[in-house]
């Protein structure tokens, strides 16, 4: 029961910081391409 829930909220957590990053990424690759194109 406890394991489960355990493993539950690594993959969240797991999964939120895989979005934050990818987030990021992607912020800063659209800022470049702003850039780049002006």
Do not use: D, H, R, W
């Not at 969240?12 to 800022?31: Q, R, T």
Request: proline share 0%; aromatic share 14%; charged share 15%.
């Amino acid at each position: 029961m406890e394991l489960e829930f355990l493993q539950k909220e690594g993959t969240l957590s797991a999964l939120n910081s895989l979005y934050s990053n990818s987030s990021c990424i992607l912020s800063y690759f659209l800022f470049c391409t702003k850039v780049l194109i002006s």
